[in-house]
């Protein structure tokens, strides 16, 4: 089941251009991560915020998280052509058992042209 | 730090045969995870291990997927036989611990297997 739904499914912006991405979620999280993924790639993580967290940064990625709307965005500002990937947004929620389980979206393909 | 390493990178394969992916993840990482991700789509979990118990593999198709982490290491994921919705990557991850703690909860992904089912 997928727990995260992202939004737009697919963004196409220029260098430079700020892209935005959003996730919503279904059940209460103990924390949100994004990761990239290029083209026949693996995933890679990009930045973990947790629950009592509300933004987040790192280099030019801003996460926010807003918990009582369950939905949290991700914002890559002065855009590279090398940030062309698929990003998505994944869950641990709350009661997981104690595990480590991580719940996927269904993900945004950013392009991003020259 | 050596990732985590899946074999092979690609398969062909034809319905109804079977297939047999490989990981080791990152030494030392007490969690692994197998991913399913058909294009076009997020990844989905089909199975977790803490150590080598299972933790989670209710979505994993058991009338055909079967997975085993053996001492707690390296494990593999067989399908058989194979059907035409089996073609996707099957992502391999791992991560230093099982439990919500603050530094243990990055996973780490290898690069992936690729299986077409013709």
């Known amino acids: 089941s997928q727990q995260g739904e992202e939004d737009p499914q697919a963004l196409s912006i220029q260098e430079g251009e700020n892209a935005t991405m959003n996730c919503s979620y279904k059940?209460?999280?103990?924390?949100l991560q994004w990761y990239r993924q290029n083209s026949g790639r693996g995933l890679v993580h990009l930045i973990l915020i947790r629950s009592n967290e509300r933004e987040k940064h790192s280099g030019r990625l801003r996460v926010t998280l807003d918990t009582s709307k369950k939905s949290s965005s991700l914002l890559i500002t002065a855009s590279r052509a090398a940030d062309t990937a698929s990003y998505f947004c994944?869950?641990?929620?709350?009661?997981?058992?104690?595990?480590?389980?991580?719940?996927f979206g269904a993900g945004t393909r950013l392009a991003v042209h020259p | 730090e050596a990732g985590v390493a899946q074999s092979p990178r690609y398969k062909i394969i034809e319905k109804r045969q079977s297939v047999a992916f490989w990981c080791n993840p990152i030494s030392g990482h007490a969690t692994l995870y197998w991913y399913q991700q058909i294009l076009g789509q997020g990844p989905k979990l089909l199975i977790q291990f803490q150590n080598n118990g299972v933790v989670d593999d209710s979505q994993l198709p058991k009338d055909r997927f079967s997975a085993e982490r053996l001492k707690g290491v390296d494990s593999t994921l067989k399908i058989q036989p194979a059907k035409l919705e089996d073609s996707a990557v099957y992502l391999c991850a791992s991560s230093p611990r099982g439990t919500d703690q603050p530094f243990g909860n990055t996973i780490y992904f290898g690069e992936g297997s690729w299986l077409t089912v013709v």
């Open positions: 059940t209460s999280i103990n924390n």
């Open positions: 994944a869950t641990v929620p709350l009661f997981s058992g104690g595990y480590n389980k991580l719940i």
